[in-house]
């Protein structure tokens, strides 16, 4: 089975709007770690957001939030106002347990364009 | 936080010929991860590199077609040998610190 399920290849979204790219997630794990990452053209890859599994809060940073629904096992993440700088492909990833030789599984992607 | 450089940033290479991707950590890291990013896809675990042994390599990819070197806790290298157009990709290297992962600028290889 998926890891890390990203069920939309591709999103449009209206400059100034706010658009949802959902991530779902498969572990029998207690403690995962759950990211998100940009990578524009260029290739790099740019952390966005992180979420503990045992934080009880949603994670923001700036215009991105992680709505996190753990008995759903999702971790959407949310970007409000978009900025044409916003396009780029993006990956939810996962980190299973808690040592530091967890790797990173990664799902398949949305590419996000953003209309003016 | 930490800064990964990664070099070189693209390629082009000719097939049969071998390239050596160098990623240079700003501090010390246990672990070090390489990914392949295949035309399109996402990206895939080659192996981790722990310093002072040798690499675990995931399922499909050998120590003969992608030897790695981690020489100290700041420094590794991947070797993609005997390179065929299948293997153009852009190819990843990543360190954990605290929670975050994070990433090197990539290699971006074209194998002709």
Known sequence: AQKITQTQPGMFVQEKEAVTLDCTYDTSDQSYGLFWYKQPSSGEMIFLIYQGSYDEQNATEGRYSLNFQKARKSANLVISASQLGDSAMYFCAMREGSGSARQLTFGSGTQLTVLP | ?112
Not at chain 2, 25 to 32: E, K
Not at chain 2, 77 to 88: A, G, I, K, Q
């Open chain 2, 1 to 112: 936080s930490a800064v990964i450089s990664q070099k070189p940033s693209r390629d082009i290479c000719q097939r049969g010929t071998s390239l050596t991707i160098q990623c240079q950590v700003d501090s010390q890291v246990t672990m070090m991860f390489w990914y392949r990013q295949q035309p399109g896809q996402s990206l895939t675990l080659i192996a981790t590199a722990n310093q002072g042994s040798e690499a675990t390599y995931e399922s499909g990819f050998v120590i003969d077609k992608f030897p790695i070197s981690r020489p100290n806790l700041t420094f590794s290298t991947l070797t993609v040998s005997n390179m065929s157009p299948e293997d153009s990709s852009i190819y990843l290297c990543s360190a954990r610190v605290g929670f975050e992962a994070f990433f090197g600028q990539g290699t971006r290889l074209t194998v002709v």
